[in-house]
């Protein structure tokens, strides 16, 4: 474990020290360019989870400067891109502050949300305030979109959507085992997808034998898995961050709580491979927005996975990207592709075309509701979630749904630990 956490600390270090050098460079180049301003948690409680996705954001504005630039109609030109960014260290007054000088000081063309629900709300009405069109990278929660905000779209599918699959996977391959403990973090993403799942399980005729929370950050969860093993469930959803999932593995490990099957938020997430190794990982399964092995077709716009896996590898050698990364890459191929079709740097006409616009990314097939700007369910041609699941060589395989997935991959029942 002293290894694990080593190589994270030097990770982060390493990502401070290309946030501070990439962010002096960008600032001394003054052409006339698309500036798009962001806030990262480089420290903080969420640097962890945040870095990878400010990543990827990095891989776009890499990928789409060495194709010229966004065509601009109205400028009859190429425009380069440049990422204004700035470190909120995890803090929402510093979220505020530093929002309002991205628009104001740096006058900035458009916003990318910070990361994660949480902090996603506490901005996402600034977009309005200073009518600046915002791309929302990882904010998964519906109620960021039910404000009455205009210049918001989601860059993620919903939270609903994003915790059902590993309930659907269920339902169709264990018909016969119906009994879940459902337990989450109580913080505002996972508090999101569990009250939304909780639904979906109840319809989908799932026993929910328990459903309990245990406190945002919390260091021991044995006193909740102590009722969960108790109970003997059949499935164990376990919905947290990522620092809450890990210290429920390895304290159900630790335990011995058995179930048939053992689904947790996130599960690409290369921190658990980090913190926990493929033994302990082998056969937890859940869902995560993209995985390594994903390969969508008719991609419409950006890189395909091999293009993005050798582009980050050149941006940050010797550091893996996980499912988040991704989403920043995501983020600009929306914006871009938006701005191509609005031909114009104006925020209202961008969001404007969210109204009919439709893509496919490395991240899938994606459509937004046009009043509220959420992303649309993947039978209304929005974004798929997919299931994967860890083997013992710490590697994953995408399961569920059938499209996307193959279920002879599955391992079924686990009967962990």
Known sequence: MKAGRSSVIA???????????????VAQGQAEMIKIGMTNSFSGGLAQAASPVWRGVMVWQDWVNAQGGIMVKDRNKKMQVQVVYYDDETSRENLIRLYEKLATSDNVDFFFAPYGSGQTFVVAGLGDKYKKFMVSTSGAAPNIYQQGYKYIVQGIMQADEFGRPYLDMLAKVDPNHKKIAMI???????????????DVADKLGFQVVLFDRFPAGAQDVSAVLTR???LKPDHIYFMANIEGSIVGLRQMSELKVRA????????GMYYYKQALGGKLLDGIMGPVEWDMSQRYKGITLGPNNDEFLALHKKRFPGVEPDNHTPLGTNAGLILQRAIELAGTLDS?????QFCSMKLTTLMGPQAWDCDTGLMKYPSEGGMPAIVTQWREDASTVTVWPPEFGDIKLLKFPVNKF
């Open 11 to 25: 990770c982060a270090m390493l990502v401070i020290a290309l946030a501070i050098a990439e962010h002096g460079a």
């Open 184 to 198: 989450y973090e109580d913080h505002l993403f996972p508090k999101s997808v569990a009250t939304l799942v909780k």
């Open 228 to 230: 969960v093993k108790q």
């Open 260 to 267: 048939r099957s053992i689904g947790i938020l996130d599960n």
């Open 348 to 352: 209202v006409k961008v969001r404007a």
